[in-house]
């Protein structure tokens, strides 16, 4: 029962460069979210995707890039990344539709230097 | 706008204590949901309880249990008899039934540090 696969656990980068966070779950659940914590925000959504090639912008959008060619990999993809885009990322997944548990993999911390 | 505030940002407490944490939120809709979310030191969230905005009834599940009040818009969470393996950073969160996206509005989280 793998669930949900993060990767890289940690990644350091410089300014500028394009960086590649991996999400794989196991579930085929529907739904995928992309979240970011930081210290007095708890968790803020990034995007989401409610099925293969739908993907909708979160709260926080601005910077990042997400696809989902299959069901199983949400990949998040910052562009240029900067420092206030040194944080620790969730990838999470739900059966359903609107209001189910979220399960989420265990995060990648990245540090944009 | 939802919003969820949890003020008490680290408590600290001693084995056997009890303990609560609150969760304030606001919300213009009648239907919505709310959670509670534990991330342990290893860093992944786990689910503790979900509730509907229809379910008033409090639930306890072993030394964990919730107190939803609408009249105060509060979801408290308490734990008896606290133990060391309850450290962890407990998340409220709150969900809009109508939302397009499962878009969990979380609270700042609380740090509970309980030490033997």
């Known amino acids: 029962d793998a669930g949900i696969t993060q990767s890289p656990r940690y990644k350091i980068t410089e300014t500028g460069r394009q960086v590649t966070l991996m999400c794989h779950q196991t579930?085929?659940?529907?739904?995928m979210f992309w979240y970011r914590q930081d210290l007095g925000h708890g968790l803020r959504l990034i995007y989401y995707?409610?099925?293969?090639?739908?993907?909708d912008k979160g709260e926080v959008p601005d910077g990042y890039v997400v696809s989902r060619s299959k069901t199983e990999n949400f990949p998040l993809t910052l562009e240029s990344a900067t420092r206030s885009q040194t944080s620790v990322y969730f990838c999470?997944?739900?059966?359903?539709?609107?209001?189910?548990?979220?399960?989420f993999g265990s995060g990648t911390q990245l540090s944009v230097l | 706008a939802q919003k969820v505030t949890q003020a008490q940002t680290e408590i600290s407490v001693v084995e056997k204590e009890d303990v609560t944490l609150d969760c304030v939120y606001e919300?213009?809709?009648?239907?919505?949901?709310l959670f509670w979310y534990k991330q342990p030191p290893s860093g992944e969230l786990v689910f503790l309880i979900r509730?509907?905005?229809?379910?008033?009834q409090n639930e306890i599940s072993g030394r964990y249990s919730w107190n939803f009040q609408k009249s105060t818009s509060s979801f408290n969470f308490t734990i008896t008899a606290s133990q060391v393996v309850d450290s962890a950073v407990y998340f409220c969160?709150?969900?809009?039934?109508?939302?397009?996206?499962?878009?969990?509005?979380f609270g700042g989280g609380t740090r509970l540090m309980v030490k033997p």
């Open positions: 969160a709150l969900s809009e039934a109508d939302n397009a996206g499962n878009m969990l509005t």
């Open positions: 999470a997944s739900s059966v359903g539709a609107t209001n189910e548990k979220l399960f």
């Open positions: 995707s409610a099925a293969a090639d739908i993907t």
């Open positions: 579930w085929s659940h529907s739904y």
């Open positions: 919300t213009r809709d009648t239907t919505y949901y």
């Open positions: 509730r509907n905005s229809f379910d008033e």
